[in-house]
């Protein structure tokens, strides 16, 4: 015993023994009947730009659903569930026409409501039955160059959103929109929760480490200087202010947005002009383990959106060897790494963290009103209602 | 709360909300143990053509079972559990020779019947204690130019079966066995529950909707008439009778029918000629997620079965580009987009699914009965027991 | 019913209605919190060669644990948990300097004992908060080539043993160390648990039948006669002795060691020389389902390991097509194909096997051991304890 003691020396803090980790699901977890999964159907979300529902139907899969986005030849947009209500075949390889999409196995067609009009295989094309059949079917609405579903309740369905910064647009500016996640830091679906990215709008800090020290200048010079950093509850959501001070003594004040429940507000980091901010990005949940994000913005050229994809050591991310991933991380390497689903419960938050914090909150909070049969923060039942106004926008100031 | 009410409009019958989608195992599943996997067990099947069983171990998977068939140097095909008796090196890596196959590890010999021979590391090649010994095996019986195996209790062993379309041959014709899943429309192996498709043969009205506008005349221009069908059950399997008037007035009558457990009796819908049923196909289910199907067929040359394979836009289905699977959607497209298993409590059958009910609720019977300690329909135990003998048949008829 | 029995032939001991396998978990399965997981864990284990643990962080999975082993700039090694104890961000994209590995995300600095020495993006670098923080860790030691890990409780952690066989070198010789898995006669990752090869250390009967009568004279003409062979527990291990008796009237005697808990102290096989055991391997458990082997041996000239590594047919494991994997099957093929885990149950353990059977006991003595409270065999907590000899070599004799 003596000789084993006299082995021992002080090793503190090790891996072993310690707790399995958690993550926190009702933040998180977003299929059908969780309690976030409630929230975000609760709110309209891209699903496609306006080209993707088109006479080819498509694949696509939304907070853990898989659905059928497909356009009729009348021009209707159209989600599905994809299993025919007849036997279950995939709408992915129906038909469409003027009135809706057929089913390849036994011709069944349904309109963009999911009605049934048609069933040649039953007597008198189904004259009776069909009107007891009923496709599951979900609202869509284009705008803004996208196509925006809804996915919840049908009595609890809100006004799809207009916003002020894409609704008014400066000389020479045209609205374009992109479904490669610029924004991301990597390919077009990233392959974790979408709460890990939506949580990094708040966090201003990591700017001038991960995009600075560690991977070089990403954006422009002044965004590799530390920040100081306040975050308020503003309308339906979270408003991040990082103010820098340049070298020149003037000021840098940059204004971030995070709204309910996933949009990014967050102008440009490469600073082109100073002003509000250019564009929105919303954070598609496509399930727990992955998300995608749709931006639409004012650019000047078809294009400039898909220019703004970030670059490390000068390369666009999949063009990085695994050796060039590890030495010039980006938002996807630090975002993927902390898991499918982060480890909350291994965390040690800090100071700097206290947006990510309040943002916790704000979702937490809308999740219990929603779990207590309230509409939560955001949404307007007001086909009237004005376009919404954000704060953010990079701004330059001569003085404090 | 009158805003609310304001924005809402009538959505009916959405996807929100809706019940998980579920299954009937009973009918679907087919491992050991499970009502379906019981009753299965009672039939022979098919598990290779007579060339897969050789001096080259093979792996087999049949009914969720991984299986080796192999055969001696005798000429005897062998089908044992993979794992050796001893220490479970796998018979796949055993080497055949005139008694058995021999384990690589330690050298344990196995006859057909899983019986013991040698133990060369053991004294006296294990004398005593390998006749306690046995190697987990199945009984296997060649015919037509397949390798049958019975997978079921001992004592319960049915006659393996003779068919009297595959005993009396036409002049210049001769027998020819397929192991590519002809009539499946895709790759040997297809990824969806076995049922999906035996189901399919009781359906005769999806033939002028998915092999005919939908992917233009896959067949015979007869075939894409819409049918009048009926059905009944004939001793042990499901009759199915589809009357198409022809516009030269004549009666094209076209007899399938689905034989207990996995029978598929169709005739060629490419009617090259009129006449009883030219081929059977056995429906292999490879486990819960995967079927196969094994042809034999009275043909004029070799090759003819081969000839068979449908085509969608004049390809062969591996042939095929995505697009194109959308555009020309076969069997495969249909049945696998079912599901690995298919939603059974989405479906709404209407009068066209009156075949599949029916087939349901034969099998269901048998399952029943083979639960209840009874022999299912169509099994016999007299092994001077005639050919079974088959209605099925393209026919053309002057008149009523 | 007569009808039946007629049809009954004396099927006995088919596969039907088998019992489902089993493993023993206790000895089989590694993960912490398990009986041999916590057994394992009080006992040093390598995890890389020394140029494995270098600047650029490189991913090790041990015992079921994803880990992070890198170098500092001061050269020392460290062994860290990936997840970043603030926000999770994985260590592989980490930089390291002088005093330990930076977080990409916010840059948090750790030492090689995780504690944590800087947190950039907070006040005074976190002056008070970083003290309450520590990266869960493991600790190091590097011995004859090789990265050493413990993954036990901190108070029972032992001295990292020193092997006579690898201290006393003979004339010309030198240490190399191999990560590839010598000895395992397939790639450096094995998909099997780890105690099938383990065990395979105490079968000395397998050499002339996997390894001569199916693929061959794999080593050398001696190695292909049936040997006799006595087991006995010494020390902390299994020593095995196999006697064959040469066609020249003298005694090849190979003495060969089960260290515990993962040691191969296995002579040559191909005999270059009599004489004690030239080198030693370490069976790392990576996971439940895969293992590797670390080997240092005492060589002449560097590269002597590597060409130690297996051939069957004159080639190569990852040169051989499938069916010579069938023809030709090695330890790779007889273990992998075990299964994923062995099945225990299902095994018919004979008087050849006694040696598998007291190396289990022995295993499971070890494991009672713990579950207890005590220390196992084989561990010390002496710095100066001598270095451990084994009795394992060829040995020559010319008589009995």
Redesign the interface.
Known sequence: MS????????????????PA?THRAELAEVG?GTPMGELL?RYWHPIGVAADASE??RKVRVLG?D?ILFRDKSGRPGL????C??????L??G?VDERGIRC????WLFDV???CLD?????GN?AK?RE???Q????VAERYGLVFAY?????????LPRYECLENLDEGEMLEANANSIGGGGPAVIPCNWLQHYENIADS??VP??HG??SGTQFVDQMGL?PEVSWRVRDAGLEVTAVRRMPDGRTFRRVSEAGLPTLRVVPSPRVGQYGRVESLGWVLPIDDHHFRIYVVGRVKQVGDLARMRSRQNGKLWEELTE?E??QF?GDY???V???SI??HS????????RGIVMLRRLLQQQVETVAAGG?PAGV????EAKPIEFTAGNYLEDQD
Chains 1, 2, 3 share one sequence.
């Open positions: 000789a084993r003691q006299a082995g021992v020396d002080a090793d503190s803090g090790t891996a072993y023994g310690r980790p059908p159907r080819t139907p659903e659905l599905v569930y994809p299993h209500a007849h036997r279950g075949s995939s992915y390889y038909r390849c196995y036994h011709g409501q999911g009605r069933q040649p295989c039953e007597p189904g039955f007891r059949v009923r599951p079917w979900y609202p996915l919840g309740p049908a009595d609890r369905k809100p006004v800090f990591h480490i991960l020290a560690f530390m050796e991933h590890q991380p390497e630090a975002m790494s902390q898991g982060a480890r291994e965390e040690h938050l800090a100071t700097s963290d509409d307007s039942f007001d086909p």
